[in-house]
């Protein structure tokens, strides 16, 4: 998990200049890939914990990308704006297939 927390901060990093589009789908792969590894097995609170490190990574990113000033970011990006319309994928679903708020 760390390797992928790592991975994650290098791409959210101020220097990535890329698209939010090209950014995200760099980001989703990475998840989708981190999955399908690990979809094995009991693996719900290590896929919160990653779902809560990428919410407080992307979040960060876009406020400083939007130069959002005294502000965290956090009512403008909001959970379900980034993973909702943003559209960066959530690991941790519950077992009727919708993601957790």
């Known amino acids: 998990m760390q390797r992928l927390k790592e991975s994650i901060y290098e791409l959210l ?9 090209e950014v995200r789908e760099a980001l ?7 999955r399908g590894y690990f979809s094995y097995g009991s693996v719900a609170k290590a896929s919160r914990a990653v779902d809560a490190y ?14 959002a000033s005294g502000s965290r970011g956090t009512r403008r990006f909001a959970s379900h704006v980034v993973y909702g319309s943003l559209g960066v994928l959530r690991l941790y679903r519950t077992s009727g297939g919708v993601a957790c708020a």
Request: aromatic share 14%; glycine share 6%.
């Open 54 to 67: 990428v919410y407080d990574r992307v979040r960060h990113f876009l406020r400083r990308r939007e130069q």
């Open 28 to 34: 989703n792969a990475r998840l989708q890939g981190w």
């Open 13 to 21: 990093r101020p220097s990535n200049l890329g698209t939010w589009e």
